[in-house]
């Protein structure tokens, strides 16, 4: 993590990311059990075994979940709240959930905005999510997700983000990821590398494409060490339009096809971006003309 000569003070507000509390403390309350019949494993591969050894279709596994009380779950997440707000350092928060009306999924024409997300929801998902709005300080986003709020209130406030996701690293500002790496400070120059790479990568995690899906072609660390080793946020998005140029140009080739027109490849980075970009001022949609 480069860190900034010109690190901006840190107000003693943290804005807390609340999505990943959700699911965190939810599936932390529950199990898994997998029957065979009457026997009871407590993992999938140990009843997958099973039934190898006793000729058993593997279809006959049936999985249970047990969850723990719900009054146990939202006592961790208290706990897990107060510990991130003492880890910041901060004297007032806020948990940040997203609500309705998320933009990027009409935004996204490639590919389904996390569509390929089929897991079930923890079995107290909204027994969390009405304690949170209830009981602790929360907002709920319209329109947008948590991570934008997020972002932008680090921008305009300094108030910290505290994530665990690496998504908001596309952000400057103070973090606190309450997993592993603490107080971290990410500026202008980095937060924009990052964005930068990820353009070039993707987000599997939600479904976004990269130059992989799109030419077949692996962002590799040479292309990545070329973005890093930009200065400005022009010099990174001349060089991320030059790197898809070259990939869509061999594929062209290779397909025996007129090359991608640069009209077309604009609004097809700029839908990218735009599912990519953490909102650095609130209902902006970027474009790939943004900053310049």
């Not at 107060?82 to 806020?94: L, Q, S, W």
């Not at 921008?155 to 971290?184: C, F, P, Q, R």
Request: aromatic share 10%.
């Amino acid at each position: 993590m480069v860190v900034s000569t010109l690190i901006r003070p840190r107000s003693n507000h943290v804005n807390i990311d609340g999505d990943v509390i959700v699911y965190a403390a939810g599936f932390a309350a529950q199990t898994n059990e997998y029957w065979v019949n009457k026997d009871v494993f407590d993992s999938k591969k140990d009843a997958v075994t099973f039934c190898e050894r006793y000729a058993i279709d593997i279809e006959e596994i049936e999985v249970r979940i047990i969850a723990e009380p719900v009054e146990y779950c939202l006592s961790t997440v208290k706990r897990m709240t107060a510990g991130i707000v003492e880890k910041a350092g901060a004297e007032t928060y806020n948990i940040i959930l997203s609500g309705k009306d998320n933009f990027r999924v009409k935004t996204a024409t490639i590919q389904p905005y996390k569509g390929q997300r089929t897991a079930a929801k923890p079995i107290h998902f909204d027994a969390i999510r009405n304690y949170i709005t209830t009981v602790l300080n929360c907002i709920t986003t319209v329109g947008e997700e948590a991570d934008d709020y997020l972002s932008y209130r680090a921008v305009s406030h300094n108030e910290t983000i505290a994530t665990v996701d690496k998504d908001l690293n596309n952000t400057e500002g103070w973090h606190l990821n309450w997993n592993k790496d603490g107080m971290y400070y990410v500026d202008a120059r980095t937060a924009d590398q990052n964005f930068w790479v990820q353009m070039l990568t993707g987000d599997s995690t939600d479904n976004i494409a990269g130059i992989f899906k799109l030419t077949g072609t692996k962002a590799s660390a040479g292309m990545k060490q070329e973005v890093q080793s930009c200065a400005t946020y022009k010099e990174m998005r001349q060089c991320v339009i030059e790197t898809y140029q070259r990939c869509f140009e061999k594929l062209a080739n290779k397909m025996g096809v007129d090359h991608l027109p640069d009209d077309e490849l604009y609004a097809m980075l700029s839908e990218i971006g735009q599912l990519l970009w953490m909102r650095r001022e609130p209902d902006e949609m970027w474009s790939i003309d943004y900053g310049c």
